[in-house]
């Protein structure tokens, strides 16, 4: 048995758990780097981003792995399935397919005995590269990290390989977003009363927490606030070829006011007040707003406010808003040379470069090459 080395157990920190391995083994195994909780690197979207890890090969000294090279292949891939009737829909894309090949034997066709190796790799991410769309509604869009290990073989074949895959989570990344000063409070006006949502912008952090401040005007005072229900619904459509399409909707974070948790306006005897919040880091079904190839994704906040002794019983709100992974304000920092970049110089690069966020990816199949 090898001999585990305080280096091997610091590399368990930084190695994806089992679960996250397509082929699995527990000699070969890739780590990110100690620093990063996941292999990409740099805001995709924003900048350049990288993958950047490390392979390992170890085995017991008495059985040593015979390898000629070993090939690590970057891929990423998207597909939508479902059935309509007895009709099936069904696409595939893959994206890109990039091979390097990380380590050789000194001698062509020469197998080399192999007890401990550790092989650093890197490749770019293609820009135009969607986020990773965990399954849903049987539409996926996953990467991969996949060892090729050329090992002898102990039949009549000259070598046979050994294959070891881990999924890999990408995500791109929006500047922070500038206030929105053209976004107004939305009215509803009816003859016993006034009801105002207000929501001072329209795109939010996949980590935010929504603030909608509501505020009522009785005219009537024997009028009542029952409750007050927000709740955010997320949106999916698959598409296949032929502009078949499916779409799913699913509310997934929301917050509830009783009547009595509003509080009068210090201002005002008859105008009310209260503030709902919806918490997304605490949703697990939440996805980033998108719109590719294969999957489109989008939002929309819906408020319900339940009237009592009023001419009306509820009075609706619905507001659309995109929700993206968001650079942090407080460690906006890229990498331009000697100088650290501000929000403004970064922006004006994209405006100098007529760049735009990129709210729409097409997720077409990139050229496939190797790199040796």
């Given at each position: 048995m090898t001999e585990e080395t305080n280096t091997d157990i610091d590399?368990?920190?930084?190695?994806?758990?089992?679960?996250?391995?397509?082929?699995?083994?527990?000699?070969?195994?890739?780590?990110?780097?100690p620093s990063k909780t996941q292999f990409q690197q740099g805001y995709l979207g924003v900048q350049p981003s990288i993958i950047k890890g490390t392979f390992h090969l170890r085995y017991p000294e008495a059985q040593p792995l015979l390898v000629e090279r070993i090939e690590i292949t970057f891929k990423g891939?998207?597909?939508?399935?479902?059935?309509?009737?007895?009709?099936?829909?069904r696409r595939v894309n893959k994206f890109f397919r990039l091979t390097k090949r990380i380590w050789s034997s000194l001698a062509s066709d020469h197998f080399e005995p192999i007890v401990s190796l550790d092989l650093p790799f890197e490749f770019t991410i293609p820009d135009v590269s969607p986020s990773s769309i965990p399954q849903?509604?049987?539409?996926?869009?996953?990467?991969?990290?996949?060892?090729?290990?050329?090992?002898?073989?102990?039949?009549?074949?000259?070598?046979?390989?050994?294959?070891?895959?881990?999924?890999?989570?990408?995500?791109?990344?929006?500047l922070p977003p500038a206030p929105d000063y053209e976004t107004l409070p939305i009215t509803k006006r009816f003859e016993m009363f006034e009801c105002q949502m207000s929501l001072n912008q329209t795109i939010f952090?996949?980590?935010?927490?929504?603030?909608?401040?509501?505020?009522?005007?009785?005219?009537?005072?024997?009028?009542?606030?029952?409750?007050?229900?927000?709740?955010?619904?997320?949106?999916?459509?698959?598409?296949?070829?032929?502009?078949?399409?499916?779409?799913?909707?699913?509310?997934?974070?929301?917050?509830?006011?009783?009547g009595d948790q509003i509080l009068m306006s210090s201002d005002s005897s008859n105008e009310f007040l209260v503030g709902l919040k919806l918490n997304l880091p605490e949703s697990h079904d939440l996805r980033c707003s998108c719109n590719t190839i294969l999957i489109d994704i989008w939002h929309r906040i819906k408020v319900r406010i339940h009237m009592g002794n009023a001419n009306t019983s509820y009075v609706n709100f619905e507001k659309d808003v995109k929700i993206y992974n968001v650079i942090p304000a407080d460690s906006f920092i890229l990498d331009m040379g000697e100088r650290t970049a501000t929000r403004s110089t970064i922006q004006s690069l994209f405006d100098a470069n007529e760049h735009r966020w990129i709210d729409e990816i097409s997720g077409d199949e990139l050229p496939e090459y190797q790199n040796r």
């Open positions: 590399l368990t920190l930084s190695r994806p758990p089992r679960n996250e391995y397509r082929h699995y083994s527990s000699k070969a195994y890739f780590t990110h780097a891939k998207g597909s939508v399935r479902w059935k309509q009737g007895k009709r099936e829909y849903i509604d049987n539409g996926i869009i996953k990467y991969s990290l996949k060892a090729k290990i050329y090992r002898k073989s102990n039949f009549i074949m000259k070598f046979s390989s050994k294959i070891i895959e881990v999924w890999v989570n990408i995500n791109r990344w929006n952090d996949a980590n935010d927490t929504i603030n909608i401040p509501i505020k009522f005007i009785l005219f009537d005072m024997r009028v009542s606030v029952k409750k007050v229900v927000v709740r955010l619904k997320q949106y999916h459509r698959l598409k296949a070829h032929d502009h078949d399409s499916k779409l799913t909707k699913k509310y997934v974070a929301g917050h509830e006011v009783s």
